[in-house]
């Protein structure tokens, strides 16, 4: 590469965010930059908390004040100089908006596209454009109203019949006889709460059921009243049933049930924009036809008075078949898609714009990738760059990290043992360089000499969800089983959809965890509650004390660590409260000390210092110390005690559900892509833990792709050939060994490749 002169480089000097350790480095632009290192190195500190975040806040500084008021306002990374920023566009991992009305089609401009089609070509038209959107009452359906789904309630989920009101007979959580959603029907005049519901007249039962709603008043304060069905529908129904609490979501399992709606057929739309068609399919059938299918019938529409927008519509298409997502359909609802799924079809959009010399930043784009797939998007991040773009990617597969132009190597170690740069430079360079990156980048994990024996099976029988094709397979029970194939496949309909839940079985997976900025590793796993006991024995006072959430919290900022300012006009500032300096206790609180530390001083430790000071002395606490085992053997090791859930990544997410689940008694364990976000050392790591969970006796089921992984397995599934309608059947079932030996899948190639076969 030639000497690039200052004007070519991103210059970062003395970046301090989270466990950056005054980082300087220089990034060629327009090329290929990767960004490795172990979990919690500091690559995304570096890459998001400082690069991204101050090209995004100098766009945002860009608007007027008024505009930057509906904005979240950030604050400038602590880093001494940024020089050279070009416009950063995030490609990252968060789940898309569940919302219902948001589709695959919606998400990119391939909705837009069609229905521009369908209004210049259908016969007879439904009129513009927008008279094909679901989302606009012009198109929408009259009776879901561009929902798709009509819902009904069962009425005896939500009361019992034989009781009265002042008996408790509504059953919907939340409704207690002596709270105020119930007082409201008591004192509203329109039923007897002294009568069981069973006796009500017609009048009675309609108001209490269907009564629209009307101001009433109780103990003299307005309130409205409104009957029992359109309440349900607006509490429960027009949310995101995934946003609901657990029990509130098995409620609605219960008392609801979702049908396509009668009068449009679940499409959405209504009677004159399914009427229109080009060569007998209208828009609805477009959108249900898988995207590969799709791409086809769109090649065969031959219009001159549309070519230039269907040029462009087929690139879309094909930008998808590429990618590795021609098996989705463009009607399929966007939070029903993978974080990597997710991550994909937003690069649809960028992989469609004229725009140059744009910082385009990815965060593991091979997560959810089969090692086929990871070739298709490697020649896609290529494409990113010839346009004159500068590609940042963070990620740990060695087939990614291998195609960079730059390596940025992070570390040596996790937290505060991290943040520092071990390695800049080609590939080549950091193979020879010795660091921990360096030193795995060949690594390969060899095939077992000797497989376990199955202790018993799973038997799945004709399982036909989603793409399935009658699938019949037997998952074998006490050992280390990986399920594999494509994006896409059905390695998630066949394990999640077929494998019973409940007794025995644990699932593992990488959602969200429910919790505020409160939440931390120490009060998610119940470390905390052993802490504050050791804590309270140690100095005669209560155990609420040691809760920033409780006693002792600092009265400043009511134990949050940051005050938060409303600036009205501006976006809200959030300052480290003056009062316990972030800490979050009352300084009184840390007057207390158990082997030498207090409180805030213990949350500020790594997981692996804490289960040093736990194991012994003062300090000694089993109870503790074996969560913070359990911590340090998912490889959480870096994580601190009090870093609010919310910084997690969805492998940490789910490393950290899997260290909880280890003390339960579940004998299966079925885990969804463990090594997400996990650097090959760290990988080494986790088969261990694998094998050591099996050796303690329990089954463990691994959908994953990740080769290392499948070499070390006992037994393998294989699902395709393809993806979509293309995929669905068990294309190989045994062991490892005779995976490689017979190369008969896709798998089976790289496998055998893998392992030097």
């Known amino acids: ?270 009677k004159a924009a399914l009427d229109s068609r080009i060569d007998g399919v209208n828009i609805a059938d477009a959108c249900a036809m898988q995207i590969s299918d799709l791409a086809e019938w769109v090649r065969d529409i031959k219009d001159r008075s549309v070519a230039p ?102 570390g040596p170690g996790a937290g505060g043992a991290g943040g520092t740069v071990c390695f800049e430079g080609t590939v080549e360079g950091l193979r020879a360089s010795g660091t921990l990156t360096g030193r795995h980048l060949d690594y390969r994990a060899t095939l077992k000499s000797e497989t376990r024996t199955p202790t018993g099976a799973l038997a799945i029988r004709n399982a036909t969800r ?56 120490a009060t998610y796993t119940g470390l905390l509650d052993p802490i504050r006991a050791a804590f309270a024995k140690a100095n005669g006072v209560k155990p609420a004390l040691f809760s920033a959430n409780s006693a002792g919290a600092c009265p400043n900022c009511n134990g949050n660590g940051v005050t938060y300012t409303d600036l009205a006009m501006m976006a809200g500032v959030a300052t480290v409260c003056e009062e316990c300096e972030g800490k979050r206790f009352q300084a009184a609180v840390l007057e207390y000390k158990l082997g030498g530390k207090d409180i805030s001083e213990v949350l500020a430790m790594s997981v692996t210092e804490a289960e040093e000071f736990f194991a012994a002395g003062k300090a000694k606490s089993a109870a503790a110390h074996a969560v913070l085992a359990r911590m340090e053997d998912v490889g959480l090791g870096y994580l601190t005690l009090g870093q609010p859930l919310t910084t997690l990544s969805g492998g940490e997410r789910q490393r950290l559900k899997l260290a909880i689940h280890m003390a339960e008694k579940g004998g299966v364990y079925v885990l969804d892509e463990p090594t997400t976000g996990l650097h090959l050392a760290d990988v080494e790591q986790l088969l261990k833990l694998l094998d050591r969970l099996v050796d303690a006796g329990k089954s463990v089921i691994v959908i994953e792709h990740h080769l290392a992984v499948m070499a070390r397995a006992d037994w393998i599934i294989d699902l395709g050939p393809g993806a979509g309608h293309d995929g669905g059947k068990v294309v190989f079932e045994g062991t490892p060994a005779d995976m490689v030996a017979a190369r008969s899948t896709l798998t089976g190639e790289h496998l055998a490749t893998y392992v030097g076969a």
């Open 309 to 410: 927008l269907l040029a462009t519509l087929r690139q879309t298409l094909d930008s998808f078949v590429e990618i590795g997502l021609g098996y989705l359909s463009l009607d399929r609802p966007s939070g029903t898609l993978s974080g990597g799924e997710a991550q994909r079809t937003k690069m649809i959009r960028h992989l469609g714009s004229s725009l140059t010399d744009v910082s385009y930043i990815f965060d593991e784009p091979t997560v959810g990738l089969h090692p086929h797939d990871i070739q298709r998007m490697n020649g896609l991040l290529v494409q990113l760059r010839d346009k004159g773009n500068t590609v940042l990617v963070v990620e740990h597969k060695p087939e990614s990290i291998a195609i960079a132009d730059h390596v940025v190597d992070l």
């Open 466 to 521: 989603h793409n399935l094709r009658d699938v019949s397979v037997d998952v074998p029970l006490g050992v280390l089983c990986v399920v594999t194939g494509v994006a896409g496949s059905g390695k998630s309909s066949l394990i999640h959809g077929s494998i019973p839940k409940g007794a025995g079985v644990v699932s593992v997976d990488q959602t969200a965890i429910r919790g505020s900025r409160r939440s931390n590793p």
């Open 1 to 270: 590469m030639h000497a690039a002169d200052s004007h070519d480089l991103i210059k970062v000097h003395g970046a301090r965010e989270n466990n950056l350790k005054n980082v300087t480095v220089e990034i060629p632009k327009r090329r290929l930059t990767v960004f490795t290192g172990v979990s919690g190195s500091g690559k995304s500190s570096l890459v998001f908390g400082t690069i991204a975040a101050e090209s995004q806040r100098l766009i945002n500084e860009t608007y007027s004040a008024f505009v930057q008021g509906f904005m979240p306002s950030q604050s400038r990374p602590d880093v001494d100089l940024l020089e050279g920023l070009t416009t950063a566009i995030i490609v990252d991992q968060e789940r898309m908006g569940a919302n219902s009305r948001s589709t695959v089609g919606t998400a990119t401009d391939a909705n837009a596209m069609l229905r521009i089609v369908f209004s210049r070509l259908g016969v007879p038209s439904a009129g513009p454009a927008f008279h094909y959107s679901f989302n606009v009452p012009a198109g929408a359906c009259p009776s879901c109203e561009g929902m798709g789904t009509a819902t009904d309630i069962d009425l005896d989920e939500l009361f019992d019949r034989d009781k009265s009101l002042a008996e408790g007979a509504i059953t919907i959580p939340g409704y207690n006889p002596d709270g105020w959603l119930v007082r409201i029907f008591a004192a509203s005049g329109f039923v007897d709460a002294d009568k069981p519901i069973r006796d009500y007249t017609d009048q009675e039962l309609h108001d209490f059921l269907y009564k629209e709603a009307v101001k009433v008043k109780v103990d003299n304060i307005n309130m409205t009243y409104e009957g029992l069905v359109p309440r349900v529908q607006k509490a429960f129904l027009q949310k995101d049933k995934e946003a609901l609490q657990p029990h509130l979501r098995a409620f609605v399992d219960r008392a609801v049930t979702f049908t396509a709606c009668p009068e449009c057929g679940g499409t959405r739309l209504n």
